[in-house]
């Protein structure tokens, strides 16, 4: 129960949507979100979905972060149909191969940087130890090495963010989905966030997929998908990254 | 995966001291009570049981008339009792310690300028074992005085103290009714009886001399019959029914014409007063501990919704609905246990500051104890379980996004 899926670790993409819908409600007052999409995203990539609100781009991210699963079409993650997954199963497949950044940082608060950081590995049963000593290593690389005990309420915007990124790429996920991670922080906060995401990327082949409005913020990524009424309106990749 | 439930749950408790410690309150109080109110009321009916067999161990009280009427219930016709009766059991009844004939009288006993009203029992040395008195000071009568009849008393504690208070009364007299009586020992005091009355305001003498100086017949009122130890009373009891029923001539279908009261019963009927007291405020208690495991559910359901953020980061982060289930359980458990050890602590200092207060013995039950723990962690899991099912059932998505 306990024991992550197995999954194939070469198949690439690493991301297939195909044909995907998600609708609620229903009857007359169904309301249709995503209609229809497909993206592939290889290992390595880093793509930012961007979008006006009731774009369905929020609707994608929560199926692309198996926390909600499509109406119709499907999605298989590294080859695994995750619309055929139960919830717990789900739970799994995000606790072993996920790691997620939110917009307003979602860490526990009273809890020191340390214990917020332990606590995806705490879920998988890792030892006290090995959870501390890896827990401190996230931290440091995030630039946060000395920070270990202080609670979300004693750091400033950006370093919480820092915190749950640290949380986020602690377990060594194979995508890390960032949920406007920028939105709260002013503009020089938000460049050491996406330097940070960047060099992830870049220097570990981390797999981000980030949601952002701010074009900005989304030129640090590889490439970029458009969302409009819950389709795909186009995508482009960014020279020169 | 339950090691690091526990884990996340124990770190819970320990981030909301405050919230934590509001939230046992009610089972703390409930713990305290129940263990309180079963541990007094557990001393107070060992004390009433005390109190009884201070009257005189393995106690029977045979006297005429029908049935038990309280004090003057002896049924007019019935014949009393003769000296010849109490000989009687003496000699046929085995098992038995002692056999005392008593005549008591109300009486008012005059010491120089004081004037006390007191009862008097004429009777034997033997009514000194049967009903388990001592001697403090002086002797008991001989068989001169027995046979005789000499106007010589043992007084008992109140007596002492309401004529000669710390003087010796030994070798002085007192007078009552019409009698002259010089006092030849003093008893020890057994304090108030299970009932209320004074059980050293009385005055002993020998039998002969209250028949005839006094009661002015040969009758006997009642006769104090102890039954060995091991010997079982019921057996004696019927034995001397039997007796009587012989030698008063009583036909096949009558009932009997006197009565014997087996003081063990009247010991387990007491005994079995308070304990029922002692239920009913338990029960009482009890009622305060679900009211505390009610509070505990309330605290928990707020803060379900308070924490709605944080089992949110949970299930993302990859908790199963399991473990969030067990997380939340696992604190209500954890908190109604040490809301329950520090409920048996408080309940235990309540307790013995309680018997203290009331004068009865201080007897730890061990019980009920583990009984109010047991119950206290039941209530745990029991009210803990629908707060736990409502965060499992959360959907991550929109927990995250609440405010």
């Known amino acids: ?241 | 995966m339950l090691f690091e439930t526990i884990l996340i749950a124990m770190r819970e408790i320990r981030r909301n001291v405050m919230r934590s410690s509001l939230t046992i309150l009610g089972i703390v109080i409930g713990v305290a009570a129940v263990i309180t109110m079963v541990t007094v009321g557990d001393g107070a009916t060992k004390q009433v049981a005390n109190e009884i067999s201070s009257l005189g161990s393995n106690l029977l009280d045979v006297r005429p008339g029908q049935s038990f009427r309280g004090p003057g219930g002896t049924r007019s016709g019935a014949p009393m009792f003769k000296l010849a009766d109490a000989e009687a059991i003496t000699r046929d009844i085995s098992g038995l310690a002692g056999v005392a004939p008593i005549v008591s009288r109300s009486v008012q006993a005059i010491h120089g300028n004081d004037n006390w009203a007191t009862q008097i029992a004429g009777s034997t040395n033997e009514y000194l074992k049967v009903r388990n008195w001592t001697l403090a000071a002086g002797r008991a009568f001989n068989d001169g005085e027995l046979k005789g009849g000499a106007a010589v008393c043992i007084i008992g504690d109140t007596i002492q103290k309401q004529f000669f208070g710390a003087l010796d009364p030994i070798g002085n007299t007192i007078r009552l009714e019409k009698i002259s009586c010089q006092i030849i020992g003093i008893l020890k005091p057994k304090g108030p009886s299970g009932f209320g009355s004074d059980q050293d305001d009385f005055i002993l003498m020998p039998l002969r001399t209250v028949q005839r100086r006094i009661a002015g017949s040969t009758d006997i009122g009642s006769i104090s019959v102890s039954a060995m130890d091991g010997a079982s009373t019921q057996k004696v009891k019927a034995d001397i029914e039997r007796l009587l029923r012989e030698r008063r001539q009583t036909g096949k279908n009558e009932e009997d014409d006197f009565n014997v009261r087996d003081m063990q019963e009247i010991v387990k009927t007491l005994t079995g007063t308070t304990r029922l007291l002692t239920t009913l405020l338990g029960a009482v208690a009890a009622v305060s501990l679900l009211v505390g495991g009610i509070g505990i559910m309330n605290i928990m359901l707020v803060s379900v919704t308070e924490r709605t953020r944080e089992i949110g980061i949970r299930l993302a982060i990859g908790a199963m609905e399991s473990q969030v289930l067990m997380q939340f359980l696992i604190e209500a458990v954890v908190l109604s246990c040490f809301g329950g050890i520090i409920g048996i602590i408080i309940g235990i200092a309540a307790s013995a500051a309680g018997a203290g207060a009331l004068k009865v013995p201080f007897i730890l039950n061990l019980g009920i104890i583990a009984i109010s723990f047991l119950f206290s962690a039941g209530v745990g899991i029991v009210f803990g379980y629908f707060p736990a099912r409502k965060a499992a059932h959360l959907d991550p998505i929109e927990a995250l996004r609440h405010e």
């Not at chain 1, 999954?7 to 609708?23: F, G, K, Y």
């Not at chain 1, 999409?37 to 880093?46: A, K, P, R, S, Y």
């Not at chain 1, 497949?93 to 340390?114: I, M």
């Open chain 1, 1 to 241: 129960m306990t024991t992550p899926p197995i999954l194939s670790e070469s198949n690439s993409p690493v991301i297939e949507l195909h044909d995907v819908t998600r609708s609620y409600g229903s009857g007359t007052a169904e309301v249709s979100a995503l209609q229809g999409i497909d993206v592939n995203i290889e290992h390595g990539d880093f793509v930012a979905v961007m979008g006006p609100s009731g774009s369905g781009k929020s609707t994608c991210m929560n199926i692309l972060g198996c926390l909600d699963t499509p109406s119709s079409g499907t999605y298989r993650f590294k080859g695994m149909d995750v619309g055929k997954l139960s919830r717990d199963q789900r739970a799994l497949l995000r606790r072993h191969y996920l790691g997620f950044v939110f917009q307003g940082f979602n860490l526990l608060n009273r809890t020191s940087a340390l214990e917020n950081v332990e606590l995806p590995l705490i879920y998988r049963g890792t030892l006290a130890k090995e959870r501390r000593q890896r827990a401190k290593k996230a931290l440091a690389s995030v630039g946060l090495a000395g920070w270990e005990t202080h609670t979300p309420a004693e750091l400033s915007g950006g370093q919480q963010q820092r915190v749950a990124i640290a949380r986020a790429i602690v377990t060594v996920p194979s995508v890390l989905f960032a949920d406007e991670p920028t939105g709260n922080l002013d503009s020089a906060r938000s460049r050491e966030i996406m330097e940070l995401l960047t060099s992830f990327n870049h220097d570990q082949g981390l797999t981000v997929v980030m949601v952002t409005h701010d074009a900005v913020m989304a030129s640090y990524a590889k490439r970029m998908i458009h969302f409009r009424d819950g389709f795909i309106e186009k995508e482009e990749s960014n020279r020169g990254r």
